[in-house]
DNA sequence: ACCCAAAATGCAAGAGCTTACATTTCCACT
DNA sequence: AGTGGAAATGTAAGCTCTTGCATTTTGGGT
């Protein structure tokens, strides 16, 4: 009997309740538009033969996925995953599922990404930043698929974003250690190609350097991939300049982290012969030794809105609004003034 | 003109090139089968109208999707990144897509994902560890969808898969430090239920303790759910007994990192006042400070060679097979011998 | 009993692609 | 120039679901 069948199709069910497959795709789509008796049958028959709607076929005949994809630029580390968390629990409630993928913080390999999840009739996009070849945003506005830019808030432009100011934010830490005292800085940046938030937080530093009078030669900048062992490569270079710096802001707690790991193994008492801070506050942040004085940003209210902000587009056809939330500085251990020489 | 289609489709591109849509679709999947001048007229169809093929309607038409899907504990920690890097690498070569998904370690949750998974027709699918409702399998095995399971060996099962044999592991490291002259032990441990790795572990750990000729009323374990702030917690708690032990073997190296960060809070040194050891030697261990003793897991390997296996498995038909890697202790700073009190 | 609107169900046409099979085109040889 | 077989292309069915429209059933009201 059909019990056998791998993998049975609507038609099978309709069979087995005798009913047509009309009928039965009501049924899954809605009990109620069914009478009673017909329900019974229905149900039974689908889970005796062990039906499961296929998806593609779905997909195809109602042009909608309920699927939304995030690209974000890495898996590897924490920083994007609680805010992604908090995306697909709110998408969840929607009744959405969202696919993620990974770019590896490389353009192509993200364009790419994207294409893909456009095929597999994506509802909508989530990528992170703006940073990306115009042609990527006119293909999904042809298509008429929603995209909602995260981690970078953006006043002016035509996609919507939900964000902060990665400018502000970091001049406002730099500001920080510049009223301390300090003179020499090192940055140690996230990557800065096909990516505007490590760009606008190094802008933002020589704002803060513009705004206190300091001369930019006395910012150093480097840009490693983002990983620990990099950021504590990074900070060995600073340091072997002829002049060290006593504080090195990173683009991120990763990063700092590393530093601060390096600053140890040479030797160097943070935030005594050192400062070090990061940026995102992930948990990592509150655990290194000195805790990190970094910029906290609201991972999980971002995915939350940002979710948010995207059913609106779906379900409304609305054109998306921006966002800008605020960040803070997280004074924790890792910066001090520098000592005296 | 076309060029307005919102989303072109394949009969799009093959009227404007004048030819049927067979010949476009052979030129899309092998443009050597269509001769050059044809190639070029497609070629040219193609980027006019900015054509991408339609993922769910090819699904339908081949009955393959050219995806697996990856089911993962949780996305918040580095633990699986690296492994699922490698894994997606892998397919990659082999021109396969990897959707990854996340349970929050909730078995409902992961049931569902597997389920959803399947609805999006992947080809195979990768779920971390043995432990679920057999009815999955037998689904999954109904539909002859090809499963691999990776972070876990076991040699006795259907499935196949791709791990390590945790509890001689985590064996070895409890046996190492019996031996360093330790008596309690307190175990911080991953969740337990649904999770057969971290009750391999615990278990491993008791299999040390006998082996030693220690009562198992000397360990004490807890096992929170999976956080650095989890760990500092549960190291409080076992701190606050009676007899403190000497030693804190924990299921991971978050929880580690999250004990030795309490530690250093409670002003204890670490090893000489308690040790504490880590599994999973992530990059978090090399950094953490003192740096973590720990159980080193070829991750990186465990996704590449269960992308092979799935591969293998799914060109070939063949039943799949099961790997057994190695782990090994590596020896940092974290672990030392019980302060003669 | 009978009528009729409302409710339930059925029919069949898509949705966009692949592919077996049929047809046409091409070219090397005789 | 004529032929045969390979290469290129076309035709149309099929994959699994949804849904507009047509048809049948139901049940309350007279």
Redo the contacts with the bound molecule.
């Keep these: 009997m059909s019990k056998l069948c791998p ?5 099978d069910v ?1 069979k087995l309740a ?12 809605d009990p ?4 009673e ?2 329900r019974q049958r229905e149900l039974k028959a689908v889970d005796r033969l062990g ?4 998806f ?3 997909v ?4 909608r996925s309920w699927t939304i994809g995030a690209i974000i630029p890495t898996m590897e580390n924490a920083i994007f995953a609680r805010g992604l968390q908090a995306f697909q629990e709110e998408l969840h409630q929607h009744g959405y599922t969202v696919l993620v993928s990974s770019s590896a913080y490389d353009p192509e390999l993200e364009a790419e990404k994207i294409r893909t999840l456009v095929a597999h009739d994506a509802d909508g996009v989530l990528p992170i930043g703006h940073d990306r070849d115009p042609k990527i945003y006119k293909d999904l506005a042809r298509r008429d698929i929603p995209v909602m830019n995260a981690w970078s808030f953006m006043a002016y432009t035509q996609i919507a974003s939900v964000g902060f100011d990665n400018r502000a934010a970091m001049a406002e830490l730099a500001n920080r250690a510049i009223r301390l005292g300090h003179q020499r800085i090192g940055v140690i940046s996230d990557i800065t190609t096909g990516n505007e938030r490590a760009r606008l937080r190094i802008e933002g530093i020589r704002d803060a350097a513009r705004q206190n009078g300091l001369s930019l030669s006395n910012l150093t900048i480097l840009d490693p991939p983002y990983q620990i062992e990099n950021g504590a490569e990074a900070f060995s270079k600073l340091m072997s300049q002829g002049i060290r710096p006593k504080v090195i802001l990173c683009g991120n707690d990763v990063l700092a982290v590393g530093a601060l790991h390096r600053a140890r193994d040479m030797g160097l008492k943070v935030p005594k012969d050192v400062s070090v801070t990061g940026f995102d506050d992930i948990e990592l942040a509150r655990v290194a030794a000195p805790a990190l004085t970094t910029v906290h940003v609201p991972h999980r209210e971002m995915g939350r809105r940002a979710a948010a902000a995207l059913v609106d587009m779906l379900e409304n056809r609305t054109p998306g609004a921006s966002t800008r939330l605020a960040t803070h500085i997280v004074e924790r251990q890792s910066l001090g003034p520098p000592a005296s020489t």
Excluded: C, E, Q
């Design positions: 993998t049975p199709a609507l038609a309709a005798g009913v047509s497959t009309a009928t039965v795709s009501r049924y899954l789509n109620n538009r069914v009478v008796a017909t039906y499961t709607p296929n593609a076929a779905r195809m005949a109602v042009k």
